[in-house]
């Protein structure tokens, strides 16, 4: 949700937003807003600090946790299913690997890792393409089931959530075929997602469907409507290169439309399931943009 609002004789500008999460049993936990601040000449405030803004949330003065830039670099979880079904693809899934490193921009932090069995990290976080490329080009599947969601969840709690300066992101390429190796866990699957959201996480599928469908499709679906991702379902390989490199392009772009804004991150109360939040810019004639996601 966002919409303009323009400055009082205070030069104090409210606007108003839902962001959706249960009630926890936290005492805090971090959410994100987003915002663009222009001067009376409307050009972009380009100096606001903590100092500069006021949140609120549900009426109530929430503490800041840092004002940064929403050109903050990404840490992206390139996430590739090395299960027994990817065999026959191979060749693709190391093209498309390669072009996906060749189109992505520099600045943002790659780790790359495999679903096959259990979570692989192949690449740790880090800038050193010439490191990622050379592990790409040497993708091969490990056998086993996708182990999907175990994958997923533990890849954000120990390279996501502990970066919180960065822009989380999923880049997942996995496919399904009716496998299901264990129930999955649901209730692990909530927890995630609704903290995902709230640091405004972003996440990319190419999925690769069999004849039958199990899960994966319903965890993926489920995680890119969540957060407006892209989600692409192939029933072939052959498209997968250009799947990939379509998905770095995008996050260029959607990284070049972040400029002027910024990420203001605060402390909310999780027992609220539907807080109602406001920002306000302390500058004088200036006018505010806000929303929960990112770009925007």
Do not use: C
Not at 67 to 93: C, E, H, K
Not at 233 to 247: E, G, H, M, R, Y
């Amino acid at each position: 949700m966002k919409r303009w609002a323009i400055g009082s004789a205070a030069g104090v500008l409210w606007l108003v937003a839902a962001l959706a999460g249960p009630a926890s049993a936290q005492r805090t936990v971090s959410r994100s807003i987003f915002v663009e601040a222009a001067g009376p000449d409307n050009k972009f405030l380009t100096d606001l600090s903590a100092a500069d803004i006021v949140v609120t949330e549900n009426g109530v003065n929430r503490k800041i946790l840092r004002v940064t830039p929403g050109t903050s670099p990404m840490r992206i979880v390139l996430m590739v299913d090395s299960s027994n079904p990817v065999v026959p693809m191979i060749s693709s899934f190391k093209n498309a690997l390669g072009a996906f490193v060749d189109a992505l921009p520099p600045a943002h932090e790659v780790t790359f890792i495999s679903s096959g069995g259990q979570l692989r990290v192949r690449v740790p976080p880090g800038t050193d393409r010439d490191k990622l490329r050379a592990e790409t080009a040497r993708f091969a599947p490990e056998g086993g089931a996708n182990a999907f969601l175990d994958t997923l969840l533990e890849a954000d709690k120990r390279f996501l959530k502990t970066a919180p300066a960065f822009w989380p992101v999923f880049v997942i390429v996995t496919t399904d075929n009716g496998e299901n190796y264990r129930e999955p866990d649901i209730p692990g699957y909530n927890t995630f997602m609704t903290d995902f959201r709230a640091r405004a996480g972003a996440a990319h599928v190419v999925l690769i469907q069999g004849k039958k469908t199990g899960p994966v499709t319903g965890f993926v679906t489920n995680l890119t409507d969540n957060v407006h991702g892209s989600l692409s379902v192939i029933n072939t390989d052959n498209s997968l290169p250009a799947k990939l490199q379509a998905i770095a392009e995008q996050l260029a772009d959607d990284h070049f439309k972040m400029r002027g804004r910024y990420e203001v991150a605060f402390e909310g109360d999780p027992k609220i399931v539907q807080p109602v939040v406001a920002v306000a810019v302390n500058r004088e004639g200036a006018s505010v943009l806000m929303s929960v996601r990112r770009p925007f």
